[in-house]
């Protein structure tokens, strides 16, 4: 198997988020991979995935992933039956954060128990 198949699935990602300025190249059986993620949360996706693929000290693998957006940790677009205790889950493993996307959101948010699908929310670094 080439190292470039083995990292299909980060390259993949990499496509299906949109890294911009992406660079990939396979040199002495090691792939370098070059780009910008748009927030924090994007880079933590590709790293977990090269992680799943190469372990944790991988030495097939080089990666160089800037962030275009580190004032957040990401944006994210409420959808239907979704509530911030769920998204808090999704972004920090803790449903009880959910006071920290609601306080990096109040310019749009008067209520916690109230969000509407469409909105888009700051999910704070923390």
């Known amino acids: 198997m080439s190292v470039k198949a083995k990292y299909q699935g980060v390259l993949s990602l990499g496509e299906q988020l949109g890294i911009k300025d992406g660079k990939v190249t396979e040199e002495n059986g090691v792939l370098k991979i070059k780009g ?32 275009e957006d580190d004032s957040v940790y990401h944006r994210h677009t409420v959808a239907s039956g979704e509530s911030l205790s769920k998204i808090a889950k999704h972004y920090y493993g803790d449903a009880m954060k959910y006071t ?27």
């Open 36 to 67: 910008q993620a748009s927030t924090p949360y994007e880079k933590d996706l590709l790293w977990d995935k090269i992680k799943e693929a190469g372990g944790e000290n991988a030495s097939d693998i080089m990666a160089n992933i800037s962030v």
């Open 100 to 126: 920290k996307i609601f306080e990096a959101n109040t310019n749009i948010l008067k209520n916690p128990d109230v969000i509407h699908p469409d909105q888009v929310l700051v999910i704070p670094n923390i």
